[in-house]
Nanobody
Framework: QVRFVESGGGLVQSGGSLRLSCAGS??????????MSWYRQAPGKERDLVAT???????NYTDSVKGRFTISRDNAKKTVDLQMTSLRPEDSAVYYC???????????WGQGTQVIVSS
């Protein structure tokens, strides 16, 4: 079955950097035609979209991370990464990878990876 597995979370000081990675397996279609996204959910809050790398080759970010986070994908390796710099305590959350076939269908979620930014 389709699986996405995140890695790379951890504890970092404010102003530091982390790189998250998400690897896909069991995909129904080739990885390149999945829209891949990173979401995050802080305690007591809703899960919010952070960044998307579309199958068309575009990238989009929520305003709060623009200029600090970069999403990238390697279709051959079936991975999507999130490079996070200038981290702030408010970036602390569980980060989830999600993939969806570009022409519709269910969204597949990873199990999440915890990011904690200390002040």
């Amino acid at each position: 079955q389709v699986r996405f597995v995140e890695s790379g979370g951890g504890l970092v000081q404010s102003g530091g950097s982390l790189r998250l990675s998400c690897a896909g397996s069991g995909l129904t279609f080739r990885f390149s035609i999945y829209d891949m996204s990173w979401y995050r959910q802080a305690p007591g809050k809703e899960r919010d979209l952070v960044a998307t790398s579309s199958a068309r080759g575009t990238s989009n970010y929520t305003d709060s991370v623009k200029g600090r986070f970069t999403i990238s994908r390697d279709n051959a390796k079936k991975t999507v990464d999130l490079q996070m710099t200038s981290l702030r305590p408010e970036d602390s959350a569980v980060y989830y990878c999600a993939g969806r076939y570009r022409w519709g269908g269910p969204t597949y979620w990873g199990q999440g990876t915890q990011v904690i930014v200390s002040s």
